[in-house]
């Protein structure tokens, strides 16, 4: 056989690199996917949508959409604002600036259920908080009363601001240790005041570190379930909540699984939209 015929026969090389990673992706992700869209759209008697209609048809499943996109829309700045100002004053090396470092990743040690459990031991009616209030003479408040949502969704938001923000900090400090200080100090020299040195030399440097902790936050988010399950149970419902009362405690994995592909699909929508939204080289800008 001549050798160019045996080239033609064999796979391309790069092909033979990512094949592993082609099957892992495959087995890991694309099957699943395919058999959740089946389980989603397939009833005893072949496709249907009645699923689909079921779970647009519960008040739940509203409610849970709601306090998703809300709970997205109040944290993720919030916990971005506080991560890059927890490591922007890491940058200026303070003094024990390690045992800061130490202190404020804690909580990424620390279990979703844990973390709701630790806070549920500080808003519940006889927890700290109101033990506070009652020394000085405020008397309780039922912070989780279903009576009071606005509370239980304040409640629910310092949990997983204290909880989730040191994921978005480690990432931050990360992208900072790629920054020349020699930008900074230029600018500086230039008389840049320190906000315009942050919002003109160091932000357009995180722009990807920033880029991948707001996909991941954001993805992270829209899965938050067991925080708001040990606060507030069912009272504060979110949408990978209420696939775990569809699966379990109403025993219908269908629904379930159409809940489940609405998350995956605003997941989806959500990175694509951050990396058009942030896409372009990491450069300054004057």
Do not use: C, K
Not at 3 to 21: E, F, M, Q, V
Not at 35 to 42: H, I, L
Not at 167 to 179: P, R, S, W
Not at 222 to 229: G, I, W
């Amino acid at each position: 056989m001549p050798p160019g015929a045996r080239r033609r026969g064999r796979p391309p090389a790069a092909l033979l690199l990512i094949a592993p990673s082609i099957v892992f992706m495959a087995a890991l992700f694309l099957w699943p996917l395919v058999a959740g869209v089946t389980q989603a759209f397939t009833g005893p008697g072949g496709p249907t949508t009645a699923y689909v209609r079921r779970m647009a048809d519960d008040p739940y499943f509203w409610d849970a959409t709601r306090n998703t996109a809300l709970l997205i829309v109040v944290l993720i700045p919030l916990q971005f604002a506080l991560a890059l100002a927890m490591a922007l004053l890491l940058r200026q090396r303070p003094r024990f600036a390690g045992l800061h470092f130490y202190i404020w990743v804690v909580p990424l040690a620390i279990s979703d259920l844990a973390a709701g459990l630790v806070w549920l031991s500080v808003f519940t009616d006889r927890g700290y908080l109101n033990s506070v209030l009652d020394h000085l003479g405020a008397g309780p408040y039922a912070w989780l009363s279903f009576e009071n949502p606005s509370t239980m969704f304040l409640a629910v938001v310092v949990a997983e601001l204290w909880r989730a923000t040191s994921m978005v900090f480690v990432i931050v400090v990360a992208g900072l240790q790629n920054v020349p200080r020699d930008y900074d100090e230029a600018a500086a020299v230039f008389g840049a005041t320190y906000r315009q040195r942050v919002r003109h030399v160091l932000l357009p440097q995180l722009r990807p570190s920033l880029q991948v902790a707001l996909i991941l936050r954001t993805i992270l988010a829209l899965e938050a379930f067991a925080v708001a399950q040990a606060l507030t149970g069912r009272n504060f419902p979110l949408l990978v909540g209420e696939t775990y009362q569809w699966y379990y405690q109403l025993q219908n994995p269908n629904v379930a699984t159409a809940i489940a592909l609405v998350v995956l699909a605003l997941s989806i929508v959500a990175a694509v939209g951050y990396l058009r939204l942030m896409r372009g080289q990491p450069g300054m800008h004057g």
